[in-house]
């Protein structure tokens, strides 16, 4: 079996030396609800025969099983083609990404991509589930699956609009307007995409619930959700590429419990707002450097504004994965925990992955060639537009809370490591200024590097620097502190 799912299961078998894909329904919900909506197995039998017939590469229907069973489950079955060797279009860019290589042929792609999915447009056919990932690639080729997605009566702009979510993380904006221009006849494109919006609040809300990458976990009067298995890794993120268990989260949640009460953990940061600490787990075999928050109450109004918001580890918990879900490089969540007395958070633990790096406040800035110190102010400075352009913001955006990851391939890479501070209603340019204000403490921050930071924020801006201080000024100032 390949895929095994409550409303369908995928399974491969081979026959007469050629490998075949069946695809199974079960039926359920009775026989009046299979009247109104029709077998599913012969929808898609049929939608596949409809691109044959158009010449759209896609895999070629063989046969309709009406009354089919597995495992004495009843229900209907189509079987299809398989076209081996090939890799989903999302899975090939991702490991590209992964590598930090190049990817092959990179323009011809993109335009067998729109290829494609112009041949759809003018056979009068639309596909609801238009993304990379129901896309294969074989020797060059490409080619559309999940038949049950497409529907008679042309391409909508919603099928479009999930073609530009899936194609984002890929993509330069130069790409994604050249493609907007071919299929849509040179229309201006929306400002927003409610597409967009609307997947990322159905994976928010699958992190805490148990499914197939996250699970809930509840020990001793504690509960909570961890992470376990993510289908894009990202390079920034090791522990992203490794799956963990729930066998590993009941195994080590205790253990990881009694040495935070002992005070047996690394302090990083111990202050009357909580505890950051830092340890390890094991999960899946493999030691994980770990750091550990545990936030404090210091204040009467957090027992307060926390009954309508919930505890500070879960909106930590639910704001890393905001950025996770845009693509930002942050620390990677692995659990977090709370314990409730009548419905109230108490207590609350998080857990992040350990980022491998230093903080840009302690960063050797002269130990950068110049290419490399170019790179790395321009990416923080588009890190914070990428964040403002998915209504989101770094409050704290001091030089403290970045952590640069030494990457000998793509270059130092800059990751968000204090989550509590980002916020979807802060004033304009906040996070900029902050950042610059706070980069003026460090010792070998100059004026160019200021420029590359201002230039990755907005590349486009009329840029002005500021006039120097005039060194009686700067007497002055400092005769003053000296009296005070």
Request: net charge positive; aromatic share 10%; proline share 6%.
């Amino acid at each position: 079996m390949l895929k095994s799912r409550p409303y369908r299961q995928v399974w491969r078998f081979e026959w007469a030396g050629k490998a075949y894909i069946l695809k199974f329904y079960p039926r359920a919900g009775g026989a009046m609800k299979r009247l109104i909506r029709g077998s599913p197995a012969w929808r898609e039998f049929s939608r596949l025969q409809l691109l044959q017939k158009a010449q759209i590469p896609s895999p070629r229907a063989v046969s309709h099983l009406s009354g089919y069973t597995i495992d004495g489950i009843k229900g209907d079955a189509v079987i299809l083609e398989s076209i081996e060797p090939a890799v989903t279009l999302d899975q090939y860019l991702n490991d590209h990404l992964l590598r930090c290589d190049p990817i092959p042929n990179r323009y011809q792609l993109g335009q067998k991509v729109l290829k494609l999915v112009h041949a759809l447009g003018r056979a009068k056919l639309g596909h609801s589930d238009l993304h990379f990932g129901n896309m294969l690639l074989k020797d060059d080729q490409l080619f559309l699956l999940d038949g049950y997605s497409v529907q008679p009566g042309g391409m909508k702009m919603r099928d479009v609009l999930l073609l530009a979510h899936s194609v984002s993380r890929f993509a330069t904006r130069t790409e994604i307007m050249r493609g907007w221009e071919i299929l849509q006849g040179g229309r201006i494109p929306p400002k927003k995409n409610p597409v967009r919006r609307r997947h990322w609040r159905k994976f928010l809300g699958s992190t805490t619930r148990d499914n197939h990458y996250f699970g809930v976990l509840t020990n001793e009067g504690w509960a909570g959700f961890f992470y376990k298995y993510g289908k894009f890794p990202r390079r920034w993120a090791p522990m992203s590429r490794f799956p963990a268990t729930r066998e590993d989260w009941e195994r080590e949640w205790p253990y990881l419990l009694a040495r935070i009460q002992n005070d047996q953990l690394e302090i990083l940061k111990r202050s009357a707002s909580g505890d950051v600490l830092a340890g390890e787990v094991v999960l899946g075999g493999m030691p994980v450097s770990v750091v550990i928050k545990r936030p404090k109450r210091n204040k009467v109004n957090r027992y307060l504004t926390e009954i309508g918001r919930g505890s500070r580890v879960r909106r930590a918990w639910k704001k890393a994965w905001s950025l996770v879900v845009r693509d930002i490089p942050t620390a990677w969540p692995l659990l977090v925990m709370e314990r409730r007395r009548l419905g109230y958070a108490v207590d609350g633990i998080i857990v992040f992955e350990r980022v491998a790096g230093e903080q840009l406040a302690d960063l050797d800035l002269d130990a950068l060639d110049a290419p490399a110190r170019q790179n790395l102010f321009r990416r923080l400075g588009r890190t914070l537009r990428r964040l403002e352009q998915t209504k989101l913001a770094q409050y704290d955006s001091k030089s403290t809370n970045w952590i640069i990851s030494r990457d000998e391939k793509c270059g130092p890479t800059p990751i968000i490591v204090d989550v509590d501070g980002i916020r979807r209603i802060v004033p304009s340019m906040w996070p900029m200024d902050r950042l610059l204000h706070s980069m003026r403490e460090h010792p070998q921050y100059t004026p160019s590097d200021s420029k590359e930071l201002c230039l990755g924020y907005a590349p486009y801006a009329q840029l002005r620097q500021e006039a120097p201080e005039s060194q009686s000024v700067r007497d002055q100032q400092s005769g003053d502190e000296i009296e005070n």
